[in-house]
């Protein structure tokens, strides 16, 4: 039995070490409730086996796929040492439930645990658009398993009963310009005083002269998300929440 485990062990550094050494993003495939579905992965060579790293999972934006963000988190991942996951949606112009998740998602997060050395309790989410949409809806109904969420234009319908789903206040962080038309800032004012005013506290910050399009101003950003993404952790190992859809 310990030759097994010694064996599985170091099969599984082996293959983290052959997949950093490469540096650079890879197309990844998983099956998740039987379909194949395509996600892109990058580790930074930085990653040690003995410090186990904190994992973003991308939601892209509607028209596009996981590429459009991990690429632009890239340079940032290997200069902060957290490894990216952003899979493709079902139907790349939309995220919805349950297709995307979030049996989905973390299909994908356990799968990357058993190849990477990942903490368990800094798995973050980070939306764009209608990314962003859906990280807020998943981190209400996974509050337990992921330790916090950054979002890039997007928000809450409003009411949203998904509110009343979340067994822990999440943190969350919303971007967004003041000349952003998909998503104006009353509409997005709006998710985060109703979240507030259900206990939560959402950290809002309204980019000037900006529109909706994101990826011209990633960088800056991208690492306004990480500064607050970086600071929590889950007290306790994640819980997940299986939730039963109908057909």
Request: glycine content about 6%.
């Amino acid at each position: 039995m310990k030759r097994h485990i010694l064996l599985t062990t170091t099969l599984l550094l082996l293959s983290f070490t052959a997949a950093a050494a490469k540096d650079d993003i890879t197309k990844e495939l998983i099956t998740s409730k039987g379909k194949t579905r395509a996600y892109y992965l990058y580790v930074p060579s930085t990653i040690k086996p003995s410090s186990p790293a904190p994992l973003i999972v991308m939601l892209h934006g509607s028209g596009h796929v996981g590429m459009s963000l991990v690429e632009k988190w890239k340079d940032l991942a290997k200069k902060e040492g957290f490894i990216i996951a952003g899979p493709d949606s079902l139907d790349t112009r939309v995220w919805g439930m349950p297709q995307d998740g979030p049996d989905y998602l973390r299909d994908l997060v356990e799968e990357l645990k058993t190849k990477y050395p990942i903490n368990p309790r800094r798995v973050y989410l980070f939306g764009h658009s209608g990314g962003a949409i859906f990280a807020l809806e998943m981190s209400l109904m996974e509050s337990k398993y992921f330790a916090a969420t950054a979002i890039h234009a997007g928000a809450l319908p409003p009411n949203s009963d998904l509110i009343d789903l979340a067994q822990r206040k999440i943190p969350i962080s919303i971007q967004v310009g003041d000349s952003d038309q998909s998503f104006p800032l009353k509409v997005v004012r709006a998710t985060r005083d109703l979240l507030n005013s259900n206990g939560f506290s959402v950290e809002l910050t309204e980019i000037p002269g900006h529109d909706h399009w994101y990826y011209d101003l990633a960088p800056k950003i991208n690492l306004r998300a990480w500064e607050f993404l970086k600071k929590y952790e889950l007290e306790t190992d994640p819980v997940y929440r299986t939730f039963q859809f109908n057909n």
